[in-house]
């Protein structure tokens, strides 16, 4: 069964380091998707991206944050200068079609802890 | 804005016994309604959705959910439960479908022998 897969499931990085998190979405899925979640508190929506740019982004998603999908298979998230506030799990969704139809694949997750 | 209200951080319950995941929401306009399950070490997995079509709705696994407009509730439920649904179960509210979902806190699921 297609699933969505993110790489790495654990990162661990220094307040003011660059991170990336990976996300490889279900082949045929053109719609993309980062949520996080800080420990104990509700998952939030990020940000949305569909035909190589971003649809729609929360207030969360100011200019430390960044995505792309540098090649036709991978979609990532950058975190420029991370901050301890950082640290969550994040998790990539993608979808096949927009809206109210397409349902929302989510990957495993990667936790990010910033030190 | 929309949000959910997911009662209860963990719930436990009996194998066999009636499983009940409550989640109150507030929207202005006709909500999407959704329930996620997490298992460990796993994504998020679509259980059932609610998409102003019939309000009891049936989902995979053996939950169910019904919509009451009136109670702005959509409480999940389970006749009986399994050693198998120990999960974190999620309550997600959209104005657009699958776009752009707020989430509860989510409600850990504990099922003992």
């Known amino acids: 069964e297609p699933e969505v897969t993110q790489t790495p499931s654990h990162q661990v990085t220094q307040m003011g380091q660059e991170v990336i998190l990976r996300c490889v979405p279900i082949?045929?899925?053109?719609?993309f998707y980062w949520y996080r979640q800080i420990l104990g508190q509700k998952v939030e929506f990020l940000v949305s991206f569909y035909n190589n740019e971003i649809s729609e982004k929360s207030e969360i998603f100011d200019d430390q944050f960044s995505v792309e999908r540098p090649d036709g298979s991978n979609f990532t998230l950058k975190i420029r200068s991370t901050k301890l506030e950082d640290s969550a799990m994040y998790f990539c969704?993608?979808?096949?079609?927009?809206?109210?139809?397409?349902?929302?694949?989510f990957g495993e997750g990667s936790r990010l802890t910033v030190l | 804005a929309q949000s959910v209200t997911q009662l209860g951080s963990h719930v436990s319950v009996s194998e066999g016994a009636l499983v009940l995941l409550r989640c109150n929401y507030s929207s202005s306009v006709p909500p999407y309604l959704f329930w996620y399950v997490q298992y460990p070490n796993q994504g998020l997995q679509l259980l059932l959705k609610?998409?102003?079509?019939?309000?009891l709705v049936k989902g995979i696994n053996g939950f169910e959910a019904e919509f009451k407009k009136s109670e702005t509730s959509f409480h999940l439920t389970k006749p009986s439960a399994h050693m198998s649904d120990a999960a974190e179960y999620f309550c997600a509210v959209s104005d657009r479908g699958f776009q752009k979902l707020v989430f509860g806190t989510g409600t850990r699921l504990l099922v003992s022998p």
């Open positions: 969704a993608s979808s096949d079609r927009e809206g109210g139809t397409g349902e929302l694949f």
């Open positions: 609610y998409t102003s079509a019939a309000t």
């Open positions: 082949s045929n899925h053109l719609y």
